[in-house]
């Protein structure tokens, strides 16, 4: 089954309510709703119901635009042995529903159960008018700020889209699309909106606010955050994007600390409705696990004693067949397969790992075996799972933090990589060594509070502070240690993806704007079987079937406006 589409179509069942969820920040946001947010029309004209449905709607199209990522990039397993034909234009249409507006039901694979939504920029276009009648400046600036991401995000997975004519109804059937540099000048526009109308006094504020609890000072920082990230990824074609960026850096005004982390809580209900993280939802069920975990990244995380590795993966199995017990053709039919001569040669992990860590290589499309109860399942963070006390049991619903996880948008340990970057491009290697200093921190940091949403599990068995420090120093001696650039950004790079498993939207853009790192683990099939690495999705079919100015793409080697690296194999991307 294709992971994307599992995901995809089962996520689409969860959290049309959210009550008694805790969200971001470390105040308590109750929620009182009492009419669905994901049922609207415009003739409910409360602005705080869209609102509502913009602020939810935005985590779960968030999860799964994180997840595609995650998949092409090793930080989650991809299922299909090319990049060509790994994903299918029907894969994207839920998320771009989501993004957009919804055209009705949408079912999971099986059609056991549907949701109504009405996508993120639909709810947007009909609160503005509300909002902007009513001087509702707080509810427009998070719309605002919503809405840059979310285009930002089309745009970086899709290349042009609709925009400046989309969501008009009989007006324009068929909006043109807008060229991706054109969104991203709208989307610094949007945030710098945001921020103005976040410094406005106003009698109204919203009855919920998902994510900082009305700390409108926080909202500001997220603004200035991602117009930071914006001004990164184009700085291949923006002379002056590097200069922006840094103009917000020495303000100060930005995502610093974890409590300014921006990030969706999901909670712990089963039914009516189901709003658990959608990776616990999937995975922690009456057959087992259904996802694989990435070979790669559990056997970096392990040969490196990575302090959050148990944190990111349970075991439910101590041994794997070929390596700690003999090979098993049943459960792991690759066990008894010889390495492709491509991996033999680039020295790189195949089928198993040892101590437990049960999961799939990159590209690996075979079957689904009998062994839910055997391969490694999500951990506590950020799905809120089982935190790994080597207690190697079967995962079941209700396990671990039940579900009451997040899913990470930007956080102050990503913010830190990106700084680290920027100083790279310079050769600045003190500042760079600085910030991924203070990336590595507050990652192991915010990761290792998620222990405690595991009230069974046996917390001995979390690192200890002489664990963490040994571990950052081992990094930081290797950074400093390094001999060439090439050797820096991929020290950098590896421990940026690591920080970043949960969200893999930052990893597919920092992938293709600068090549690393070059240590990945490449497809079971060798280029040029494989196909180039995808520089940008296909359309979803639902576009290119409803719209007749789009025109389907052919292939996926098309690159988003701000990619002019050179095209793959040659680009030092690891096929």
């Known amino acids: ?5 599992y995901i995809s179509h089962k996520t689409s069942v969860i959290f049309i309510l959210i009550f008694g969820l805790l969200f971001i920040s470390c105040e308590t946001t109750e929620l009182n709703l009492t009419e669905d947010p994901n049922s609207l029309n415009p003739n409910q004209s409360d602005p705080d119901l869209f609102l509502n449905s913009i602020q939810i709607d935005f985590g779960k199209v968030i999860e799964r635009f994180g997840a595609i990522g995650s998949q092409v990039v090793r930080i989650d397993n991809m299922y299909g042995r090319d990049y060509q ?15 957009y507006q919804s055209t009705g ?9 549907s949701q109504k939504f009405n996508g993120i920029l639909a709810d947007i276009r009909a609160l503005h008018p509300i909002a902007t009648k009513d001087k509702l400046y707080y509810h427009l600036g998070i719309s605002q700020v919503i809405e840059a991401y979310i285009i930002v995000t089309l745009v970086d997975f899709f290349g042009d889209i609709p925009y400046s004519e989309a969501l008009k109804g009989a007006d ?20 710098d ?8 006094d106003i009698p109204n504020t919203p009855k919920n606010d998902f994510y900082y609890g009305r700390d409108w000072e926080k909202w ?77 990244l559990m056997n970096l995380m392990s040969n490196a004693n990575d302090p959050r590795i148990r944190y990111y993966y349970y075991r439910q199995s101590n041994v794997v067949p070929g390596a700690e017990t003999a ?48 391969r490694t399942n999500f951990g506590v963070y950020p799905a809120a799972g089982r935190f790994d006390d080597s207690s190697f ?43 991924f200093s203070s990336g590595l921190t507050k990652s192991i940091a915010k990761v290792t509070t998620f222990g405690s949403l595991d009230n069974t599990a046996n917390l001995s068995f979390e690192p200890n502070t002489t664990d963490i420090s040994t571990f950052i120093n081992n990094k930081l001696a290797q950074f400093d240690a390094a001999t060439t650039p090439k050797d820096r950004w991929n020290i950098v790079a590896e421990q940026y993806w690591i920080s970043l498993f949960g969200n893999g939207i930052d990893a597919f853009n920092f992938y293709r704007r600068t090549g690393y790192p070059t240590t990945l683990q490449p497809n079971i099939e060798p280029f040029p079987a494989t196909g180039n690495f995808i520089r940008s999705f296909p359309y979803p079919s639902d576009l290119t079937t409803n719209n007749s100015s789009v025109d389907p793409k052919p292939n996926v080697n098309q690159k988003v406006f701000w990619d002019k690296n050179a095209d793959s194999p040659t680009f030092p991307i690891a096929n």
């Not at 039901?105 to 159960?113: G, I, L, V």
């Not at 020495?250 to 658990?276: A, C, H, L, S």
């Open 85 to 99: 034909n790994a994903y299918s234009p029907s894969d994207f249409n839920d998320v771009w529903s989501g993004s």
């Open 105 to 113: 039901e949408s079912y999971d694979d099986q059609n056991e159960h």
């Open 327 to 374: 090979p098993d053709e049943e459960t792991l039919s690759c066990s008894l397969e010889s390495p492709p001569q491509h991996y033999i040669d680039g020295g790189f992990t195949f089928c198993f790992l040892n101590n437990g860590y049960w999961g799939r290589d990159h590209g690996d499309d075979d079957g689904t075996p009998p062994d839910g109860f055997k």
């Open 172 to 191: 324009n059937l068929n909006p043109k699309l807008d060229s991706g540099a054109e969104v991203y000048s709208s989307a610094i526009t949007l945030l």
């Open 193 to 200: 909106d945001a921020i103005l109308n976040f410094k406005k």
């Open 220 to 296: 500001i920082k997220v603004a200035n955050t991602i117009k930071m990230k914006i001004y990164l990824q184009k700085s291949l074609v923006d002379n002056d994007a590097i200069s922006n960026f840094t103009k917000i850096v020495d303000t100060g005004d930005y995502i610093k600390n974890m409590d300014e982390d921006f990030q969706f809580k999901w909670g712990t209900n089963v039914i009516q409705p189901d709003n658990r993280h959608p990776r616990y939802a999937n995975n922690y069920e009456g057959d087992g696990a259904d996802e694989y975990m990435s070979n790669w």
């Open 393 to 435: 049991k079967g995962t079941q619903q209700g396990d671990g933090g039940k579900g009451a996880g997040i899913t990470p948008i930007l956080l102050s340990s990503w913010v830190e990589f990106m700084i680290a970057e920027v100083a790279l491009g310079k050769m600045d290697i003190s500042s760079a060594r600085t910030a």
């Open 1 to 5: 089954m294709n992971v994307l589409k």
